[in-house]
């Protein structure tokens, strides 16, 4: 049986206290790009309690993402964004989620993020990991923005790290395992970096910026 | 003397662009902070290091 909205955020309470859940509850977290990060980061968050995720992605679930993303066989076609919330409502049925089933781009993505208190950055490609991480640097400076770069491979988990570049810009990975040098991705390095990403964000929200 | 990612460099009034090339930067790959303030990708031609600089320059690869 489903829980209460009472019993559900008493049972975060209990688990992170009331100060902290009260700070998760108020938030408001972009993830841009849905795929082995961000729908990890995303069920860390929804599990955490965070209040509303704006969810960002422009392609459909493929067999080629189940392997280490949050989506199941039988959502294959699904628009990520669609998918990604369904998943997450059951997790966490008291969740406030938005959908955007676009492209970020330069133009669209100050608006796309403009109610959230921390983006986090999940895209695939180093070139839009650079211009998302510009873009808010440069145009939303009131925002914390975290990003990831190097979690490909079979290398040590050990090796990925969170690094705080600047007073609001968080990088997370082992900055160097490219995935166009054809060493593949394996969900467990990947999600160890998305939980870097999400624990940052939780941190953040707990009012604790450093890494 | 400036920094860039730790590391010290000669490259006092030199362009940033003209460092970032020299070091083989991806500029589509990049973002650069100058004391811990972006420089806008716009910017990085008029942008000239000078001494007591620290650079951080986040270079990103794929994957996701």
């Known amino acids: 049986m489903t829980p209460t909205r009472d019993e559900f955020y008493n049972a975060l309470i209990e688990r992170h206290g009331a100060e902290n859940q009260k700070k998760f509850d108020g938030a408001t977290v972009a993830i841009c790009g849905l795929g082995g990060l961000g729908s990890n980061i995303a069920i860390c968050l929804a599990r955490a309690g965070v209040g509303k995720l704006i969810l960002i992605d422009f392609d459909k679930v493929d067999i080629s993402n ?123 390095r990947v999600m160890v970096c998305a939980a870097h990403e999400a624990h940052m964000a939780l941190r953040i929200l707990m009012g604790e910026a450093t890494v | 003397m400036v920094k860039i990612n730790g590391e010290e460099y000669q490259y006092d009034n030199k362009q940033l662009t003209a460092v970032l090339e020299e070091l083989n930067y991806d500029q589509t790959r990049i973002a650069v902070e100058i004391n811990e303030e972006i420089v806008p990708k716009v910017c990085y031609d008029a942008t000239v290091l000078k001494d007591g600089d620290i650079v951080e320059v986040v270079s990103f690869v794929g994957g996701g």
């Open chain 1, 66 to 188: 189940l392997h280490r993303q949050q989506y199941k066989a039988d959502q294959v076609g699904m628009p990520k964004p669609e998918a990604l919330s369904n998943n997450l409502k059951e997790i966490n049925p008291y969740i406030t989620i938005e959908t955007h089933n676009v492209k970020v781009t330069e133009e669209n993505v100050i608006e796309l993020t403009k109610d959230a208190d921390i983006v986090c950055e999940a895209f695939d490609k180093a070139e839009n990991k650079a211009m998302l991480v510009n873009a808010i640097l440069e145009n939303a400076p009131e925002k914390y923005i975290l990003s990831s770069s190097g979690m490909a491979g079979f290398g040590s988990a050990n090796l990925i790290k969170t690094k705080k570049i600047s007073k609001r810009f968080f990088l997370s990975g082992d900055s160097v395992s490219d995935v166009n040098d054809g060493i593949g991705l394996l969900s467990s």
